[in-house]
Structures are given as C-alpha cells and as structure tokens.
C-alpha cells in the first residue's frame, strides 16, 4: 500500500470493520494426522465463512523467510512499514502498562534477577509475585527518582518484570544490554552503540548500581537486567491515516501498547474470547474500527501444546460467530505471525488471511485453513496491504486516477 | 529480502542446504499432448517431494514478462539484485575460465571470426578445434602485449572464443560492440557510450587493428570479434551476506565463473549429472550451502529438443534422489530460468520452486511441474526470496523484533 495513493481517495462511513488477529495462528502438520492445529480444530463458523462469502490468502509481515516479533508483524497489519517504523521492547512495554511516553523519554524493559557472588543465578527472581515487585518498586522510586539531572520513573509490569523510563532532553536508545541471557554468568556492562549514547549508558550504569546498593538486603530480586533501551517511533495515527475512529480490545499489555502507539483507543476488556466479545457488543457503535486480539493461540504454540491451541483455535470460531451476529460491513480473521507447535516458537510461514464482506469476490474455499488459504484470490501478500483491502471492502475508498 | 534485515538476525550452524538449479527447467506444452517438458519426464522422486513434505511456489527472477540471462537469474537466485548489479559478459567469460580479475580489468568476450574483402562471413571462424585457437592466442600473446600503457591479456576459452583482458587505470567498459552480429556485414566501429570511455575505445579499437595485421595469413581465425565489455561488480559473498561456507558444482564455465563472484568455492567435478552427485557426496561434510548446476535442460531447450530435454529431467529426477540419500536439512530445485524447446530458447516464464525441509508446511501437490508448483503456498515470489527461505529452513533466522 502506497501512503500517498491512499491519502488522496480515502473516505469516511459508517460501517464497521473488525479485524480479529489471532497471534500465531498458523502451524505445522502434526506428524500422525498430517494436520496443523488450525486443520485440526473444529471450525464451523470460519469453514462456512471460507465456503460462502469469504476471500482468502496469506499475509507475509516482513518477507520470506522472516520470523517477525509480534511489534512489527502487528505494525504491518495495521499498515505501517515495519522496517522503517522498527518498535524497541522498551517502548512496548511501558506503552502496555498505559505509561504516557513523552517523545524524548528513554524506556526499558527490566527484570529484577538474582545475584549471587557476581553471577546471575536466576534471570527472573524465581518470577516473584507481582505485589512484591510493587514493594520493591515503591521503595526505589522512594529512593531513586533522579540520576545527573534525569528523572527515573519505575513502574511494575508483572511478576519480576519492570519499566524504566529515563526523561530528561538528549538521550539515546543505542545501548548495549546487561542481561548475560544464560544463569550462571556475571551481568555485562551497558555500553553505547556510537558516541552520542555515551551519557545515556553511564546514567543506565548508575541507575544499575543504585538498584543494587538500594536491594542489597533483597533475597532474591537484588538486581535489574535492564533490556530494549528504545525511544517512541513517530507513527501517523489510525485516524489521520485511514479516517478511521479505531479501538483495540487485547488482554496482554504488549498488544494495548502497539495499539496505542496508532492511536487507538484501548478498551477495558477481561481475560477471555468472552469478555473480549463483550466489550465489542458494548462499545460497537462507538467506532468504525475494531482490532480484537486473541492472545492464547500464539501462548499455547509456544508452549509446543498442540492440543490446548486447537481448543483455543475453537473458541476463536465461537467468538468469529458472535461478531458476524453484530454484522459488520468487513469482519477479516488473520495472524500476526504463526507459531507452530512443532516449533514452540514463532516461526516464518504466512497467514491464513479471511475477509468476509458482502463486496468480497467470495473463493468458496473448502475451509479455513493455512492449505485452503493458500488458494484465495489474495494470493500469497505483504500484511500491508490488509488495510487497504478491509477500507476498500467497506467502501471507503474512492477510485484513483480519472 | 532486505539486506539490512538479515545482517541483525542471521546465525550459523551445521545444517546442509542444497540448491539445484536445473537451468531452462521450465517450458511450454507440446502441442500434441498438452503437456510440458517437466510434466512429460518422469519425475517420480520430485513428485514424491511435492506429494509429501514439498513446500512450492513460481519463482520470477527479474519481473513478469522478463525473459533474463544466466548472470542475472543467477544473480537473483543467490539473493542479490539482479539489476542494480549486472555483470558483463565479459567478466562471465573470463570467471569461467578461472582468471583472477583484480578491480579495474576491463574484461571482453570475443570470437575470433573470418573477414574476407571487408565483410564478416563466419562470425566463429568454422569453430576452429580449441588447440587452433591456443596456438593463435600464444602467438598474438607474445607479439602483443601492451597498447598505450594497457597490459593486454588474451586467454583462449573454447573452439572460437577468448577472452582479452585490458588491464591498467582508468578504463570503462561503456563501449559499443564490433560484431556485426550477422554474417555478409562489416565488422561495426568500437564507440565510447560516453565521453570518459573514450580512451578504452581507443585502446580496443588499436587491439583489433594489430590482431588484424598479427593474424594477416590465418586462412579463417582473422578477425576479432568483441563483445560484452565489462569490468567486475563487488558483490559481497556468500560468506559475509549468509554467514554461509558455499560450494559450487557446475559444468559449464559460466556457472563456475557465477558462483566464483558471489565468493564460493568452485568444485572440481566432471561433466555428467552422476560425477556431480559424486562430488557433492566427496565435499558434502566441508561446506554448509551446494549450488548444483545442471547444464542440459537448457541446452536441449535451445535446441527445440523437447524429447532431450525430457530425458535430462528424467536424470535429474534420479539426482535428486541420491542427493536426498544425503539428508540435507534443506533441499531445494528450481531453475534460473524457462527454456521451453517450442520456444528453441530463454523465456520469461515463472520457474518451479520446490523445497523440502522438515520444517516446511507440504503442500501436498500432485505432482512437481509449473502447473502445480503456482498452487504451492510460496505463491508467485521473487526469486531474491529464495536465500531467505533456505536460511529460514535450515533454522539459521532469528526472530526479527520484539
């Protein structure tokens, strides 16, 4: 999708659009069926949408070959160059935790670890209960709340995990970590990537040796592995570049924040497909545009756990059918990468993508399936151009060109 | 593929890739069966692979319409952009003969021909046997030597054809050509395309007119014929772009010369499809990546042979299966181009892509021809795709982003 092509024939309506982004969707055959766990699962709803009605294809984030992390692969789906517009972790985090970044400030992802003789013994502090992270955080921010004239702002995600946003002018993101990655070995020392982050890795360094100081008499989180330096990316919002008021309904932080970071807004939802539906029938005539997260399809592939993903894969269906009970002009179903079973991890094969909508040239596929996407009029396409395709089948574009 | 995005998430490890490139793989129909040369052959080991646990797509190497070269496709299917780096023919020529080009060689194809009375009446002077064409490279070796300062570097290559090698600063390779590409013509004047190529025209046109007077009494070798100026394109090799210890087996000197500028190793090997497989087997613990040239698909497609052609598949069908025999993490076949035989030569059709490794999705194919392969999930790609997939394959990609 071209920036430029779009500006000039975008409109405004009424109708709703829902893109449900099911994280991690695709899979691997399991080695006795034959079958993925998207094939294996029972799926009514998305095999009768694929049947009647549904275009299909698979949406390739970044490119061939390329296994994305959920920030860019989310970035292309909502039609941002993900290269260019690269999200460092720090910022994900803080935004998930609603901290309102301001442009300079310098965000981080911390852990707090154990330290043990010099050697970082466990890198999450035995996952520390979340009320004893907002202990310690309160007593640093006590403690600590400035460094050479920069102020220290700590918040508490989860378990032993943290943000750090340093705020004060002229910092850089271009830092080394401290965290060794493997137990057993001594934190490294944060250096800066080029001369301008000198100030910025001595101030990281300071802020390390006071946690320390201040968490001597701590048994287990007594030290913070500090990761993701990064600095807001300037992004146009959803509704400056898609004339779109925009919402996002996600339970996991990380996804509120990418929403955010496009200027949308975030929902207050529960923990499950349920809730999430809820919140949609709730606030549905609220906005043109809903993005819907479903976090536990990518959780259960990571997991390597076959089974629990088909079954999150069928409530997916159950919910797909609720939303089609609200009809919307465009309802697409896609991933932002997949996350096989087979291999616990995200991986690089593309996106089973289906869009149903009353002006879809429908591909009467046999299901919804990686195997049967393949087949769809979409062909195999970059994730940027999924936008384009939900705006254009809600009929918001204007034609280009006389 | 971008560059930039595989330097920041590229690994090493132990894991074989091999490629074969089956060169003019694909065609067209014959007009009595309906059926191309690849869907003629039978191909029981590559239908296999395409039945159960193949992954396949189309390949294009330059752009739809786009009938490419050998250097070019090549140059795609190794993972570099076969526009912004074209390569001379001339440097082809001398590559393929093991010359070691330093920077500034100005390198030149050439014929020797026949002139008789001012006109060109065999532009390869009857194919005159190879050891004709050493003596005459021999002699004008010692009589000449230097023009104006240029070192001048001739090297017989096969029946006709040499390489002259200009080597000294400050030359280009902008320079019309003198083969007046048909017979019954004048040989054409050497021109500078642009005004610093000036002095290289000189200098070519003062060598053509001392082989002239060297070669007065040759009955047929009297003339020679320059073509495909050239000087070496810095290409960063395999090594430093894949972090990949990269092999080469190629009968034909121009593939050698191909895989010789992208930095791999050139393996010695004979000239049938069973001592290729027999070299891969002797060198198959030494390196990471095989490129594996098979020359005949296209030859016997130049020459309209479709029945050649289809037995040529038929040997590669069996190759194939020895070099699974191996068990490469990935193996993949393609080709640079189409050469169907009812065309007698290259054409712009897309070129089937197979690949098999256990990690990608089987795409569960009838068969392996161009017909089937463009249902394979890789769709119609890029052919600068293709390094990314066999990397991705062979679990050398990190996850690019949080």
Chains 1, 2 share one sequence.
Not at 135 to 147: D, N
Not at 229 to 255: G, Q
Request: aromatic share 6%; net charge neutral.
């Amino acid at each position: 999708m071209r920036e430029d092509i779009l500006k000039s024939i975008i409109t405004e309506n009424d109708e709703k659009i829902v893109l449900v982004i099911a994280d991690g969707l695709g899979g691997l055959p399991d080695s006795a069926t034959g079958r993925t766990e998207l094939e294996t699962a029972r799926t009514p709803v998305l095999d009768s949408l694929a049947r009647n009605g549904g275009a299909a294809g698979l949406s390739v984030a970044i490119g061939y070959g390329i296994t994305p992390g959920s920030g860019p692969s989310h970035l292309a789906l909502f039609g941002y160059d993900p290269v260019e517009n690269l999200i460092g972790r720090g910022v994900l985090e803080a935004s998930g935790i609603d901290f309102p970044l301001e442009p300079e400030d310098l965000a981080v992802r911390g852990n707090f670890a154990t330290l043990r003789d010099g050697l970082i013994t466990d890198r999450r502090a035995g996952r520390i209960p979340t009320e004893e992270n907002q202990r310690i955080v309160e007593r640093l921010g006590r403690e600590l709340k400035e460094i050479e004239g920069v102020q220290v702002i700590l918040r508490t995600v989860k378990e032993h995990r943290f943000v750090v946003v340093f705020r004060g002018p002229g910092l850089e993101a271009g830092l080394t970590e401290n965290d060794p990655e493997r137990e057993g070995q001594a934190p490294l020392e944060i250096k800066p990537l080029h001369p301008a982050a000198a100030r910025s890795a001595r101030i990281a360094g300071l802020f390390v040796d006071r946690v320390v100081e201040l968490l001597a008499s701590e048994k287990s989180a007594n030290y913070p592995l500090l990761r993701g330096f990064a600095r807001k990316p300037a992004l146009p919002s959803f509704r400056d570049r898609y004339r779109l008021k925009s919402a996002a309904i996600a339970t996991y932080p990380m996804y509120r924040g990418l929403a955010r970071l496009v200027g949308m807004d975030v929902l207050a939802t529960g923990d499950t497909l349920a809730s999430e539906a809820e919140t949609l029938k709730k606030h549905y005539r609220d906005y043109d545009f809903f993005y819907l997260h479903v976090k536990k399809t990518d959780s259960y592939g990571e997991d390597g756990n076959f089974a629990a993903k088909v079954r999150v894969i069928e409530e997916l269906d159950a919910l797909v059918g609720e939303i089609l009970g609200m009809k919307p002009a465009v309802l697409a179903v896609t991933a932002d990468h997949s996350t096989p079973a087979r291999l616990a991890g995200h991986s690089w094969h593309p996106n089973p993508f289906l869009l149903a909508s009353e002006w879809a040239l429908p591909d009467q596929l046999a299901a919804f399936s990686e195997r049967e996407c393949r087949r769809g009029s979409f062909g195999v396409f970059p994730a940027t151009e999924i936008m384009p395709l939900l705006l254009a089948h809600s009929r918001r574009l204007k034609k280009f060109g006389a």
